[in-house]
């Protein structure tokens, strides 16, 4: 039997890409970088006022002086102004251009204004001090956030700094999932008594949402011809095609047969992990088929443990780090197999998990 | 000044409820559910069989009858067959529900058929194998999921089961997010030398949809007629306005003074922390204002600090727990202040954050 790291790195290496394409900034979180964002100017672009106050000559300070006539006001997003006599101050505004001639900002709280006259009135005064200096943080032409990431809220932040309305970004894979037996109905319709609803799919799908891919849902009656047909369909138009149920041994389980007639190659069949034993993965070198046991928690567990690394991996993003947990008590499985817990996860006031 | 307790008291005190509307079922993931879930039948619905193989009256077998006759199939979504001769058995089909007269499932693995006789290889067979009873999971009527909840792919899945094609959950807040300051252009604009980007609106707008509220941005000039227009139209349509800087003490920051004309009350103006000291919160009682401060820092962590918890008190959640995590290294910070230090999250091998 395939164990649980074969299965992977058979997985992983059936990794494939989507393509790429442009979207606008407010559609770009959670999607995939495909450019870097360079510094298209210094940041700051300019010496800039961090505090409002009075900005002035920092020498005239060290001299002695402390009351400096205002010339006027520096408003943030107004052209840099001049002082015109060294020795007397402008009023600056948070995110106002340092004006030209000085060197130093004194926030309000440290000084008075009467008659405009600003008489500062502490004795701590540094040179550049409440200045953010132009560059400081980026020079122009600098990478600031390389391609091939997740797209946060810093990385948006970024791009919108450097002037980019538009972001080349990976595509999202086009994935199909298929429900599997004649026994399923719609959520909207009422089962007769041998019946039951699909749900399975559903909460699939909603787990693929949740990796910011919809999913497009289908049914495989179990009917030879017409698994057929849909397979076939399916395989042309996705990247990869989830299945749950259809690839155990029953009589009316076609769907392997079908799959081998539509040359879409077997990599695996029955992994040595529980739950998802019967798990299935086969690929036509274009699509990748994850047929997943009928089970609801060994799909689910599937899903998370074999199609998320697929699915970063085609992205080209790094594989997830594996958070590690302290069992609260022992758990003892016999078989030699891969046990895949369900536990429920707790925060320790001691830092553990 | 109003600590960082007080001032998280005075924001979860002012959550709204925003109303409820009915989403499609794959529409759901990640709302708020506001209706219980409740079992419509029984699940199973029917003694299922749980493997594929043949179904026979264990009392046979039990008394050393090993060759059964087969009489036919018992498929997945076929109605309920029944045995007509006690002592012969019917083929059966995982999903398919259990024929009349049986009730033990031997798997094609444990037998072998021949001319239409089944022969079972193994001596350990118990009543009730390998069949799912009717009623096990749920029974008819019982609650499954609570409402006022996070719709996970679980509660999709119970949805999907119980038949309900849509979902009554909360509604979204009307969300605003406010640049300010005259030094701002647009990201698609070329900035002049003292003009810089928007970007704070931008990533705040990004962590919002994070939390699946999409915001609508606005901007303010510093004009206080351009401010008082924007203001009250924005307080018309929005449940929650988040602002970035213009609160401070600059000569151009009229923001408060407009607020209040509008009978926004002011709840709290500056909290003992950092970052994120000049933060503002006030309520008009049917929109709240969050002023965050102007640094891309701040106004992130007071989002996340503040703005989540007041969306989730609003949704009536229960607030998320908070992980601890252990220091790698001391840090020492000396003002009496609530200091939130930024960190980087790594799992240790040992289950410590």
């Not at 020795?87 to 251009?97: D, I």
């Amino acid at each position: 039997m395939t164990t649980v790291e074969q299965a992977t790195q058979i997985i992983l290496s059936n990794a494939l890409s989507f393509g790429e394409k442009k979207v606008p900034l407010h559609q770009a979180t959670g999607r995939i970088l495909r450019e870097d964002l360079v510094a298209d100017r210094d940041f700051p672009p300019f010496d800039r006022v961090s505090m409002d106050g009075i900005a002035i000559k920092f020498e005239y300070f060290e001299k002695g002086k402390r009351a400096f006539t205002v010339e006027g006001l520096q408003a943030a997003g107004a052209p840099k102004k001049a002082l015109t006599e060294a020795g007397n101050c402008l009023e600056v505004m948070t995110g106002a251009v340092l004006p030209q001639g000085t060197d130093a900002v004194i926030r309000y709280e440290d000084l008075s204004i009467n008659d405009g006259v600003a008489t500062i009135q502490i004795e701590n005064v540094r040179l550049l001090q409440n200045i953010h200096q132009k560059g400081t943080d980026q020079t122009a032409g600098t990478i600031i956030v390389r391609k091939d990431c997740l797209i946060s809220p810093a990385e948006i932040g970024v791009a919108a700094t450097v002037g980019k309305p538009q972001l080349l970004v990976s595509k999202k894979p086009r994935v199909a999932i298929l429900s599997t037996g004649d026994e399923l109905v719609d959520v909207d319709e009422q089962p007769l008594p041998h019946q039951i609803r699909k749900s399975n799919v559903h909460n699939l799908a909603s787990a693929v949402s949740q990796m910011g891919v919809t999913a497009n849902l289908f049914h495989l009656p179990d009917e030879k011809a017409a698994i057929r047909e849909i397979l076939r369909e399916v395989l042309n138009g996705h990247d990869a095609v989830l299945m749950s149920g259809g690839v155990s041994a029953g009589k009316l389980d076609f769907v392997p047969g079908v799959l081998e007639e539509l040359k879409v190659e077997k990599l695996f069949h029955k992994v040595s992990q529980r739950p998802g034993k019967p798990f299935w993965f086969g690929s036509n070198g274009s699509t990748v088929v994850f047929a997943f046991p009928g089970n609801p928690v060994s799909s689910f567990m599937c899903l998370h443990r074999y199609f998320k690394p697929w699915l970063y991996k085609s992205y080209g993003l790094p594989l997830l780090p594996v958070p590690h947990a302290v069992l609260a008590e022992d758990f003892i499985f016999k078989p030699d197999l891969t046990y895949f817990l369900q536990v429920g996860i707790e925060y320790g006031k001691d830092g553990k998990l």
